[in-house]
T-cell receptor, first 111, second 114 residues
Framework: EAQVTQNPRYLITVTGKKLTVTCSQN?????MSWYRQDPGLGLRQIYY???????DKGDVPEGYKVSRKEKRNFPLILESPSPNQTSLYFC??????????FGPGTRLTVT | AQSVSQHNHHVILSEAASLELGCNYS??????LFWYVQYPGQHLQLLLK??????LVKGIKGFEAEFIKSKFSFNLRKPSVQWSDTAEYFC????????????FGQGTELSVKP
């Protein structure tokens, strides 16, 4: 089954404690991206990757890092999380038809 | 700056009522447009998309959308909603001049009363 997986699905952490949210897709897609979803703001792109070893900032990259060492994986790293990063995060991959496939989401709470 | 606007933030309807959700975009180039749906607690799923051709696009679950280029609009419609349509709906546009970036509207929460 074609899918995008994310882990963990739920995470509660404290300010400053580094965390990584993993993302993996099995569709051999080149393009992957991370979004955060906040009430009233829709989805905003954090980072994207056109292909392996190529990443670039989206609209709200501050406080986040990404890496793309393999085509299938695109982890999101928060080196020093802060409460304003409490949000719902989605990873997505995109096929050649520009349709995006979303992961199940990771609900992050930073206290 | 390019943007997508969804005018209705929260819509409440009774079952069998007709639905129309507004979506306008500000982008002068070639556009491809999407509507995504997010059921409670779930991830986004594609409802329908417009790339070219017939501006009236039919999607899953009886939804359709009409692309009106002169009005920069891509409104979503359904003749008769069901309780199971309760969800959040997002309009999105691809910006080809930014590497195919997808820009989302703010979302419209639809509540259907049984």
């Amino acid at each position: 089954e074609a899918q995008v997986t994310q882990n963990p699905r739920y995470l509660i952490t404290v300010t400053g404690k580094k965390l990584t949210v993993t993302c993996s897709q099995n569709m051999n897609h080149e393009y992957m991206s991370w979004y955060r979803q906040d009430p009233g703001l829709g989805l905003r792109q954090i980072y994207y990757s056109m292909n392996v070893e190529v990443t670039d900032k989206g609209d709200v990259p501050e406080g986040y890092k990404v890496s793309r060492k393999e085509k299938r994986n695109f982890p999101l790293i928060l080196e020093s999380p802060s409460p304003n990063q409490t949000s719902l995060y989605f990873c997505a991959s995109r096929g050649t038809d520009y349709e995006q496939y979303f992961g199940p989401g990771t609900r992050l709470t930073v206290t | 700056a390019q943007s997508v606007s969804q005018h209705n933030h929260h819509v409440i309807l009774s079952e069998a009522a007709s639905l129309e959700l507004g979506c306008n975009y500000s982008y002068g180039g070639t556009v491809n447009l999407f509507w995504y749906v997010q059921y409670p607690g779930q991830h986004l799923q594609l409802l329908l998309k417009y790339f070219s051709g017939d501006p009236l696009v039919k999607g899953i679950k009886g939804f359709e959308a009409e692309f009106i280029k002169s009005k920069f609009s891509f409104n979503l419609r359904k003749p008769s909603v069901q309780w199971s349509d309760t969800a959040e709906y997002f309009c999105a546009v691809i910006l080809y001049n930014q590497g195919g970036k997808l820009i989302f509207g703010q979302g419209t929460e639809l509540s259907v009363k049984p």
